[in-house]
């Protein structure tokens, strides 16, 4: 494994969908996947959270396998899906801005790499990151990845060209790295600067969002409030712990035992007999957050039912039917329209 050089929390995380955009990119270019997985610490990106620490030694394999300008091309690789949860919830906003606000709110959802805000300036907007891996040899692709995917996603969300004015960073780019980022994004490119930065025409942000959700949108919101309320869980007790982070990786695939320990830093023996000391088993904690939120989904939303499944990360429907009859007696159908009837 290549070494690092940036100093970072060990709980630092990148979701799976982001970490697995880099995984495909790299490969796609022609980095073998013994060289990644070498990289990785393991055989392949899959359903869990990856360390910044490995997201990073992927991306400097890569770097090295296919050059610095692999940063950019990475980001042109992304989809709103890429940013996993806080992906679906750009895709209901009515306006770019609305869809930045958000990024700006829930970035954590998707990586522990750095983060983002935004200034006024005059008619223009700049918009800057925070590199949190600054000291990393693939800082440069890094932020150069971050920038290139914001574009490509607004992109795909309005399904038109989006151009910023102008691009700083604070790493020196070769003249052919500035000449290609300068080409691909239709902005003046500069080194050297003393903030890794986009300046762009403030208007943009009002371009309107063709499939947007404003419906969805206050349900999306307060389901990422609840991931995000899960990334930092309060000393009050094993079993709020455990919830909070089955909660926070909900939508994202099945919710392991061995991901839910990682997250706690404790071995799975350890977690278990935390557990068991509470009197409770992990499954039954498992059943009873997807149970609470299956409630409050069914009452308080007009979500699909196929929807909620997937937000509760069941194999299917018919799977999330089956599981919610046994708790509550009734398919899920049946307790909505009980609820509306009495409401």
Same mark, same amino acid.
């Given at each position: 494994?290549?070494?690092?050089? *940036?100093? !970072?929390?060990?709980?630092?995380? @990148?979701?799976?969908?982001?970490?697995?955009?880099?995984?495909?990119?790299?490969?796609?270019?022609?980095?073998?996947?013994?060289?990644?997985?070498?990289?990785? +610490?393991?055989?392949?990106?899959?359903?869990?959270? @990856?360390? %910044?620490?490995?997201?990073?030694?992927?991306?400097?394999?890569? *770097?090295?396998?296919?050059?610095?300008? #692999?940063?950019?091309?990475?980001?042109?690789?992304?989809?709103?899906?890429?940013?996993?949860?806080?992906?679906?919830?750009? /895709?209901?906003?009515?306006?770019?801005?609305?869809?930045?606000?958000? @990024?700006?709110?829930?970035?954590? /959802?998707?990586?522990?790499?750095?983060?983002?805000?935004?200034?006024?300036?005059?008619?223009?907007?700049?918009?800057?990151?925070?590199?949190?891996?600054?000291?990393?040899?693939?800082?440069? $692709?890094?932020? =150069?990845? %971050?920038?290139?995917?914001?574009?490509? *996603?607004?992109?795909?969300?309005?399904?038109?060209?989006?151009?910023?004015?102008?691009?700083?960073?604070?790493?020196?780019?070769? =003249?052919?790295?500035? =000449?290609?980022?300068?080409?691909?994004?239709?902005?003046?490119?500069?080194?050297?600067?003393?903030?890794?930065?986009?300046?762009?025409?403030?208007?943009?942000?009002?371009?309107? !969002?063709?499939?947007? &959700?404003?419906?969805?949108?206050?349900?999306?919101?307060?389901?990422?409030?609840?991931?995000?309320?899960?990334?930092?869980?309060? +000393?009050?007790? !094993?079993?709020?712990?455990?919830?909070?982070?089955?909660?926070?990786?909900?939508?994202?695939?099945?919710?392991?035992?061995?991901? %839910?320990?990682?997250?706690? *830093?404790?071995?799975?023996?350890?977690?278990?007999?935390?557990? $068991?000391?509470?009197?409770? $088993?992990?499954?039954?904690?498992?059943?009873?957050?997807?149970?609470?939120?299956?409630?409050?989904?069914?009452?308080?939303?007009?979500? =699909?039912?196929?929807?909620?499944?997937?937000?509760?990360?069941?194999?299917?429907?018919?799977?999330? &039917?089956?599981? #919610?009859?046994?708790?509550?007696?009734?398919?899920? $159908?049946?307790?909505?329209?009980?609820?509306?009837?009495?409401?």
């Amino acid at each position: 494994m290549l070494p690092t050089d *940036c100093s !970072i929390a060990p709980n630092a995380r @990148v979701v799976a969908p982001y970490a697995h955009t880099l995984w495909s990119a790299a490969l796609s270019g022609g980095v073998s996947q013994a060289q990644l997985t070498q990289s990785l +610490g393991r055989s392949q990106v899959g359903d869990e959270d @990856v360390r %910044v620490s490995q997201y990073l030694a992927m991306l400097q394999t890569a *770097c090295t396998q296919l050059g610095s300008g #692999f940063g950019w091309s990475l980001g042109q690789s992304v989809k709103p899906t890429s940013y996993g949860a806080n992906g679906i919830l750009l /895709l209901a906003c009515r306006t770019l801005g609305e869809a930045l606000q958000q @990024v700006l709110r829930f970035e954590s /959802l998707v990586h522990d790499l750095g983060r983002s805000s935004i200034a006024a300036q005059g008619g223009q907007r700049v918009y800057s990151w925070r590199n949190d891996c600054a000291s990393h040899s693939a800082a440069g $692709a890094l932020v =150069a990845s %971050v920038f290139s995917g914001i574009q490509t *996603c607004a992109q795909w969300l309005v399904d038109g060209v989006v151009a910023p004015d102008e691009i700083r960073f604070v790493h020196r780019l070769s =003249a052919e790295d500035a =000449a290609l980022i300068a080409r691909a994004s239709g902005a003046r490119v500069t080194g050297g600067c003393s903030a890794n930065q986009v300046v762009f025409a403030a208007a943009l942000l009002e371009t309107l !969002i063709p499939q947007a &959700n404003a419906a969805m949108l206050p349900l999306l919101q307060q389901h990422a409030n609840a991931l995000l309320q899960a990334r930092h869980p309060s +000393g009050q007790g !094993i079993v709020v712990q455990v919830r909070k982070r089955i909660t926070g990786r909900l939508g994202g695939g099945q919710v392991r035992l061995g991901d %839910v320990a990682s997250d706690l *830093c404790m071995s799975v023996r350890t977690l278990q007999r935390h557990l $068991a000391q509470a009197g409770v $088993a992990y499954q039954g904690v498992l059943d009873d957050t997807r149970h609470e939120l299956a409630l409050h989904y069914l009452a308080s939303t007009t979500m =699909a039912l196929a929807a909620v499944s997937d937000l509760l990360a069941f194999q299917d429907t018919s799977a999330f &039917n089956h599981a #919610f009859k046994q708790w509550q007696g009734v398919t899920p $159908a049946a307790y909505r329209s009980e609820v509306r009837s009495v409401n």
